[in-house]
């Protein structure tokens, strides 16, 4: 299932954020509105606009607020994605030349920064203090999760309960702060809000280790990036952190990480460990474990068609192979 068919419901409003988000990036600044628009053309599954535009969909804000708030999320997640691209050194992602490829880091990072800017000054624009700082500590989060990272990285002996930690403030709290956001904006009750809360949160942490699992399952056409590429870098996710307790040939995969620079037959061994190890299942399954607290978590307030849009959304996340 393709997620322009489990976001129908929110459809009409997407499609004003795909429009306004070209809107909110233009400035008199050639190269900033070029790398800003390359940024916005290049897609993506709008997965936290579109769940908050969902969570949203009960309450009473009128549409242009909504609208606003909507690409201000997607604006931040653009923001984090160019930085990240610095950061890993990224040549593609979707499939396409990254922005710091084709411009430059100082270029990138500097366009992420406009990125960061302009959503904040579109939500406060609104007046909506609540929102305004739910953001700003799910992008303090996002930074510490990166931070995490690279201290982390290469590092054979870490533990599971750490890489859930990393992968919460990375992904999990930007997704659980959106439907907190919608819900908010539904003018939910307390305990409806933070149910919202704990089905983004359960949610994201899904959609995180799905994609880890994605980097050793997918091709590089798939995931528009290269294939391996977790491994390579030295970024301990969920199926390697598996693989390296493996008696048989757990201790072969640390040696190989620890190397630190790996060629392309070093990379395809530790796939073929990770694999062999049956890292990838057990991935999987704490997958659908998160899942299905994210399906529990939703509160019985919700509108029928609401509640079936998110159980969709977590049954795409499940299956998802991009």
């Known amino acids: 299932m ?18 306004e988000l070209l809107n909110a990036i233009q400035t008199p600044v050639e190269m900033l509105s070029d790398i800003s628009a390359h940024l916005t053309k290049a897609g993506g599954k709008r997965l936290r606009p579109a769940l908050y535009l969902l969570c949203a969909k009960q309450g009473p804000t009128t549409g242009s607020d909504k609208i606003s708030v909507a690409v201000a999320i997607e604006l931040i997640h653009m923001a ?100 907190r956001i919608g819900a908010i904006t539904s003018k939910m009750s307390p305990t409806d809000i933070q149910a919202l809360h704990q089905y983004g949160y359960a949610l994201g942490m899904a959609f995180q280790i799905t994609d880890d ?44 990480i620890l190397q630190r620079k790996m060629n392309e037959a070093d990379i395809k061994q530790g796939l073929a460990i990770i694999h062999n190890a049956g890292s990838i299942e057990y991935a999987y399954n704490q997958v659908a474990q998160y899942l299905q607290r994210a399906r529990e978590a939703l509160p019985q ?14 049954d795409f996340v499940g299956i998802r192979k991009y």
């Not at 393709?2 to 429009?19: C, H, K, P, T, W």
């Not at 084709?102 to 609104?126: E, P, T």
């Not at 700003?136 to 750490?162: T, Y």
């Not at 068609?305 to 159980?311: E, G, K």
Request: proline content about 1%; overall charge negative; hydrophobic content about 45%.
């Open 80 to 179: 984090t994605l160019v930085h990240d691209d610095v950061i890993d050194n990224a040549a593609t992602r979707r499939g396409i030349a990254t922005a710091n490829t084709q411009w430059g880091n100082h270029a990138s990072v500097l366009s992420g920064d406009f990125l960061f800017a302009k959503a904040f000054s579109m939500v406060a624009a609104k007046g909506n203090s609540d929102v305004l700082k739910i953001l700003a500590d799910v992008v303090c989060s996002m930074c510490e999760g990166e931070i995490i990272q690279i201290k982390e990285s290469f590092n054979a002996d870490l533990l599971e309960a750490d890489y859930y930690g990393r992968i919460a403030k990375k992904t999990a709290d930007f997704i659980a702060g959106s439907a």
């Open 301 to 314: 307030s919700l509108d029928s068609s609401v509640r079936t849009a998110l159980l969709e959304v977590a």
């Open 2 to 19: 393709r997620n322009s068919s489990i976001f129908a419901m929110v459809a009409g409003d997407l499609a004003l954020v795909e429009a």
């Open 213 to 256: 699992i994605l980097d050793f399952t997918s091709s590089a056409q798939q995931l528009g990036k290269p294939a391996g590429n977790d491994l390579r870098q030295g970024i301990i996710t969920l199926p390697i952190i598996h693989a390296l307790r493996d008696r048989t040939s757990g201790q072969q995969l640390k040696e190989l």
